[in-house]
């Protein structure tokens, strides 16, 4: 029986082993390991291919949504709009600093906020929108502005698992008051470790969060802000420059292993996608609606309850897969009583009782993709394991 495991570092990061060896002992060998030109390169870098003015390398994927936010001076009382299908931080990262989240319900079909509901959810007290651009594929960037535009509110966009997706052209990150991304090892372009990447099209904001990234400290011991500790280290910055221009090469082929799943699977007795009016389908295949998706996941909805069953026979066959997310943010038991809007999430809900996600990563072998897909089809078909 193939083994096929939900996410493998080993491929990818081996193939760059010298040149990471060979960085490792430099910036070792400078002594200079707190911000400095290692940084700086790398902050340019990605501001060049995300097509912003400033990127700002931050300690986590987590603490590049607190910033932005701290920045844009979000605070007890004020109110950020944002998906309650998603992972902890987006919210947790709004509580953290006395903020309301307010629960906006997410589109079946894109797993990302619906702006509908976005709409009946502004309140007076609201001051920001922070949209997900969720499992790689990203919301719709023209639609999101109107949006904010018409309701006078922050975007801050939650790009952690889609640095690199566009909608008709536009970059992720580029459009939002502040973008937001993570380089935890899972992503696409994943690091070391823990770190992350601001961006922002405004220079008086990308002064502010480089103030506050550093203590709120600006010049030396004269502090400005109440701020924090948020630098990248210059080690982690310098591996992920080698690894940056392999993103767009990691990403085609995370495509291409999303279109041999469509294509090898579509027409498949009980596989549909996930579109309107997909019928009686036991699994439902992801949809790129954008066109320019990353697929830092390949997520299906399973229905009919079935969900936990195909987890155990893909398991059972030695498949990885994983469970994203089982339990949507407004109920989880710290948010109890927290934030308002839960009452009509439902479609966050109904996710959580469905979603499934398989192996989609880059070195992901043909013989490994091909156990994948004849497992989806067997179950649909209900063959036992």
């Known amino acids: 029986m193939i083994t096929v495991p939900l996410l493998d570092l080993a491929p990818q990061n081996g193939a760059l082993e010298a040149a990471y060896e060979s960085t490792f002992r430099e910036v070792m060998r400078s002594n200079a390991f707190i911000m400095g030109p290692r940084l700086e390169a790398f902050e340019k870098a990605c501001a060049e291919a995300l097509q912003v003015k400033h990127a700002i390398g931050v300690s986590s994927g987590t603490d590049a949504l607190v910033l932005p936010l701290m920045a844009l001076g979000i605070g007890e009382g004020d109110e950020v709009l944002l998906p309650a299908f998603t992972f902890f931080a987006t919210a947790g990262s709004v509580a953290r600093l006395g903020a309301v989240p307010v629960w906006v319900d997410v589109d079946p079909h894109t797993f990302n906020i619906n702006l509908a509901d976005a709409a009946r959810k502004v309140g007076p007290r609201t001051k920001a929108i922070m949209p997900v651009h969720l499992f790689g594929q990203s919301c719709d960037l023209g639609a999101l502005r109107t949006f904010a535009s018409a309701h006078k509110l922050f975007v801050i966009e939650d790009a952690a698992q889609s640095m690199g997706a566009r909608w008709q052209g536009q970059s992720t990150m580029s ?211």
């Not at 079935?306 to 155990?312: C, E, Q, Y």
């Not at 943010?329 to 469905?354: I, K, N, P, T, Y």
């Open 175 to 385: 459009v939002g008051d502040f973008g937001a991304t993570s380089f935890f090892p899972s992503k696409n372009l994943g690091g070391f470790g823990d770190s992350g990447l601001v961006t922002t099209q405004n220079d008086a904001l990308a002064e502010r969060a480089r103030i506050l990234r550093v203590h709120g400290m600006q010049p030396k011991y004269y502090h400005k802000f109440i701020g924090a500790n948020f630098r990248m280290d210059p080690l982690q910055a310098a591996l992920l420059h080698i690894k940056l221009p392999h993103l767009p090469s990691y990403n085609c082929a995370r495509a291409g292993n999303a279109g041999y799943y469509h294509t090898t699977l579509r027409g498949a007795p009980g596989i549909g996608e996930n579109r309107p009016g997909a019928g009686d389908a036991k699994i439902l295949l992801p949809v790129d609606f954008s066109g320019q998706g990353i697929w830092n996941q390949f997520t299906l909805r399973v229905l009919h309850g079935k969900r936990d069953a195909l987890k155990a026979f893909l398991t059972n066959r030695k498949i990885g897969c994983e469970i994203y997310y089982p339990v949507p943010l407004h109920r989880q038991e710290c948010f109890a009583g927290v934030g308002r809007g839960a009452d009509s999430a439902r479609v966050a809900e109904q996710l959580a009782q469905e979603v499934l996600s398989v192996p989609v990563f880059p070195e992901i072998t043909t013989e490994q993709r091909q156990w994948v897909a004849t497992s989806l089809a067997d179950f649909a078909a209900g063959k036992s394991a």
